[in-house]
């Protein structure tokens, strides 16, 4: 039998945890400042097209979001256009940020403007078209299918904007915050586009100068938090206190937080001063399914 001494088998112990938190980071912040431009089936043969991943394809540490496929800024130039897609495993999810143009989905196009968001079916063939003389950002969302039952997506291109979408507030997040809450599956009740199937909610937080949307955790799902507008405080995971952990975060970031991990956000706004807008999607993390007794 090998006998350790202790503070050889406590170097041991720290390494070890070292790497499988290297292997499963609690989250992963990105900005779309610092963003490197990268090849992608978006912009390959295209004109005027520039791709910058944030999460998932393109991104070094893609192998970490599981049901999250891709999350990054899609610019395009004036009168210019992207190439066409298409992903039959793979539902997609398009936020207009700023700039017109259209988005075109299997034959059919459709116009686009400022804080438009879109459902784009799996398997759809889409693309991206500036008819004007600024540029056009696209915040570009792909969420996998896995195999078996899941919730049928929707097969027609479907979109709204964030305008048309009523504030609310929801019990559990307090009175500072207030939702509006753009789309989720098929099966939805509350949301303005019943449309997906992993992808099982899209929402916009008004956040009153000072507001928290009460920190918590979701135990069935992936999250990305994109700050819209203005400054806070993003909470994830835990500190090094045990409570929360709180980043400074600006407009322009993007966080991803992984499955369970605590997740929640506090306004840097000052009494008087603008809200601040969080643009939030969570998506179905892909259990294993049950293994059924023999």
């Not at 893609?62 to 793979?90: C, D, F, M, N, Q």
């Not at 008004?206 to 999250?223: C, L, S, V």
């Amino acid at each position: 039998m090998l006998l350790l001494a202790p503070r050889t088998l406590c170097a041991i112990l720290l390494t070890a945890a070292a790497t499988a938190f290297a292997a499963d980071p609690t989250f992963l912040k990105r900005s779309i400042a610092a963003a490197s431009p990268q090849a992608d089936e978006l912009t390959a043969g295209a004109t005027g097209a520039v791709y910058r991943p944030l999460f998932g394809a393109g991104d070094p540490q893609a192998r970490h979001l599981k049901s999250i496929a891709r999350y990054g800024e899609l610019t395009i130039e004036a009168a210019g256009k992207s190439a066409l897609v298409s992903y039959p495993a793979e539902e997609q999810v398009y936020f207009i940020l700023s700039g017109t143009g259209a988005v075109l989905c299997d034959g059919v196009t459709q116009g686009v403007k400022p804080n438009d968001f879109l459902y784009l079916p799996p398997g759809s063939k889409h693309g991206v078209v500036n008819t004007s003389s600024a540029p056009l950002h696209v915040l570009v969302m792909g969420f996998r299918l896995p195999g078996g039952n899941i919730v049928p997506p929707a097969r027609r291109l479907m979109i709204a904007n964030t305008a048309d979408v009523p504030l609310q507030q929801l019990a559990s997040h307090g009175p500072t915050t207030q939702f509006k809450l753009l789309m989720g599956t098929t099966e939805s009740k509350r949301d303005k586009l019943p449309a997906a199937s992993q992808m099982v909610s899209l929402f916009v937080m008004d956040f009153a100068p000072g507001g928290t949307n009460i920190p918590h955790h979701h135990e069935t799902e992936e999250e990305i938090y994109f700050i819209l507008q203005g400054s806070g405080e993003l909470v994830a995971g835990g500190g090094i206190d045990g409570n929360e952990g709180r980043h400074p975060t600006r407009q322009g970031d993007a966080w991803f937080l992984r499955l369970n991990t605590t997740v929640g956000f506090y306004s840097g706004a000052q009494p008087g001063g603008a809200h601040d807008l969080v643009l939030a999607v969570r998506s179905s993390f892909p259990f294993p399914p049950t293994r059924r007794p023999q």
